[in-house]
């Protein structure tokens, strides 16, 4: 009973940890996050139908843009590596239905640096030849930079969308 009541004070804690750190953004609103200027702008707004029922189709723009003098960088090694800590914010709409194909949340991610690289192979006659590739070699957001996305959010009809964003970094 007491390993019970230690797990839901936990979980309760966590649960209450990550929504307390999202903060709500509204139409052509700005927050500021650590330094990053967030802003989130609806485009545009339709009126739609999907199985027999009425929604509002909205197209929404994100930017952060990097305020502080700090940079942020990902080096990449020389092995191969998995990165999927990218993502510098994330917007959430929580009242989006995801229907047709469309969003819920708008990641935004560092900038990719590529790297053309340059490397000799012999093709099938056995002759040499030299191509060139392009590679990610790093990721990076620095002072200045500015990053945007947009997605598209349906919402039921009447409603604007219940947007929330929170620093990934």
């Known amino acids: 009973m007491k390993n019970l009541t230690f797990l839901i004070a936990l979980v309760t804690t966590i649960c209450w940890g990550t929504t307390a ?32 029922k009425a929604y509002d189709r909205y197209k929404v723009s994100a930017s952060v843009k990097n305020n502080s003098e700090k940079p942020y960088n990902i080096r990449l090694t020389s092995f191969p590596q998995i990165v999927s800590n990218i993502g510098l914010v994330e917007l959430d709409c929580i009242n989006a239905t995801g229907a047709r194909l469309t969003s819920k949340k708008i990641e935004l991610k560092m900038k990719a640096q590529i790297i053309n690289v340059t490397y000799s192979a012999y093709d099938k006659s056995g002759k040499s030849i030299t191509s060139t590739i392009p590679v990610t070699g790093s990721y990076y957001f620095d002072p200045g930079d500015t990053i945007s996305d947009h997605a598209i959010f349906i919402v039921p009809q009447g409603e604007k969308p219940d947007v929330s964003v929170r620093s990934l970094k």
Do not use: P, R
């Open 21 to 52: 750190v999202a903060q709500k953004i509204s139409d052509g609103q700005t927050l500021d996050l650590n330094g990053m200027s967030v802003t989130f702008n609806i485009l545009n707004k339709e009126s739609i139908e999907a199985g027999g």
